[in-house]
């Protein structure tokens, strides 16, 4: 098969040190580049094609910077690379060996916003918000390299992020009114936290490409570390069972029978101090996800009934899926309340779901796994627990969703 040269100069990961010659990559190989994102340590296993946005994206879940042209004409796909504007859409990710990249997710948290999102908020800088990623990131570029610039610069220097729904004028007043308060520079990012990316290698699935069967099952598990970034998808049931909380807390206290409670889901391998290897299978539609990942279940409280796990697992396509999840039990009536939570955080293929969608493939999962903890532990487990079918869940997801638009309609709710 012929080889494609990978485009290594300046940054070239694959650059050999002493002779600086520039390493030819097959088109069907993947190189690893490593880089920083907001500060965080990240690694992507990518084909020499893929550009630097559809790495974020894709590889890394960071959907904040958006795509829209992919030509380098809209501007959308603006991030800051190693202190200048760059259209993520032009670069190629195997271009970023070392590199210092921010996005959008960087700027600011959702309860420490950034005084430029602040802004584009007060002076309703935007409306459907596709364009708004590119506006904050070129306008970071641009207060950082010419603070207190004047109001009248602003429409020609801020022109290379086109908006096709809030009027420009808002923008400018938004951007204007932060370059008026900070003459002496943009204030800095407020996520550029350390920390680290999980970078695909380094958790405990098949690598890329990799099958996600045979050595990967018995390597041993990972340390799991969870990102502090915002989950992808919180999710929380609460469910009112037959079962008496003793009865529960004796499946509870069996991770492999816990386990088979969620559909879909096995595990192994046991390590030994309640660390495991799992599988989990997931279909939606023509999307089949099998994930292989490890579990630690780190807290385990008899007294409280609680129990906390953390996973990571790696699907072969390329998503990964890092899991806290509690679950607590509490007598009620003469059953029990289970109240389960789990935050997600999902890159990759998986992340393209969406998160509306996600939240709902999740809640109904763990509704499915409440149903299937309290049939075991009142001794139903000999009928087997099967994983509900891609298209009952859609289909059930599609009832729900319909019985509320119903119920509102009739204003019950
Ligand atoms: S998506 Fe990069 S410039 Fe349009
Ligand atoms: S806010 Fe809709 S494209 Fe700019």
Redesign the pocket.
């Known amino acids: 098969m012929s080889t494609l040269l990978g485009l290594f100069r300046g940054r070239g990961p694959r650059q050999d040190e002493e002779s600086q010659e520039t390493l030819r990559v097959g088109a069907e190989e993947t190189v690893t580049v490593s880089f920083t994102v907001n500060g965080r340590p990240a690694s992507v296993d990518v084909a020499p094609r893929v550009t630097l946005s559809d790495a974020l994206r894709d590889h890394l879940g960071l959907t904040g910077t958006h795509v829209g042209c992919e030509h380098g004409v809209c501007g959308m796909c603006t991030v800051i690379v190693d202190g200048d504007a760059a259209r993520a859409c032009l670069l190629l990710a195997c271009q970023m060996e070392g590199a210092e990249i921010m996005t959008v997710e960087g700027l600011g948290k959702p309860d420490d916003l950034h005084p430029l999102q602040e802004s584009f908020s007060r002076h309703h800088a935007?409306?459907?918000?596709?364009?708004?990623p590119g506006?904050l990131m070129s306008a970071y570029d641009l207060l950082d390299k010419e603070p207190g610039i004047a109001p009248e610069e602003l429409p020609e220097q801020m022109s290379g992020v086109l908006?096709?729904?809030?009027g420009y004028r808002n923008i400018m007043d938004a951007v204007g009114e932060v370059a008026e308060k900070n003459p002496d520079g943009v204030p800095p990012p407020r996520n550029c936290a350390s920390g680290a990316l999980l970078p695909r290698d380094s958790i405990g699935g098949p690598s890329a490409g990799g099958s996600g069967t045979g050595d990967d099952e018995h390597r041993g598990v990972a340390e799991i570390r969870m990102p502090s970034t915002e989950p992808t998808v919180a999710v929380t049931v609460d469910q009112e069972v037959e079962a008496t909380p003793d009865e529960l807390w004796v499946v509870m206290s069996d991770t492999e029978r816990l386990a088979r409670c969620l559909p879909g889901a096995e595990l192994v391998a046991d390590f030994g101090d309640d660390t495991y290897k799992g599988r989990i299978r997931v279909a939606l539609g023509p999307v089949k996800l099998a994930f292989l990942g490890d579990i630690h279940v780190v807290t385990r409280d008899e007294e409280t009934r609680t129990i906390r796990a953390l996973a990571q697992a790696a699907d072969a396509g390329g998503g990964n899926v890092q899991a806290d999840v509690r679950i607590t039990v509490d007598p009620q009536g003469t059953g029990s309340a289970i109240h389960a939570e789990a935050d997600l955080h999902m890159t990759g293929r998986i992340a393209q779901f969406g998160r509306s969608l996600a939240n709902d493939v999740s809640k109904e999962m763990f509704g499915q796994f409440t149903a299937a903890l309290d049939a075991t532990a009142r001794g139903e487990e000999a009928a087997e627990i099967k994983p509900t079918s891609a298209l009952t869940l859609m289909a059930q997801m599609t009832a729900n969703r319909a019985r509320g638009a119903w119920d509102r309609l009739r204003g019950r709710n």
Not at 163 to 166: A, D, E, I, N, P
């Open positions: 935007l409306q459907c918000g596709f364009c708004t506006q908006c096709r729904c809030t």
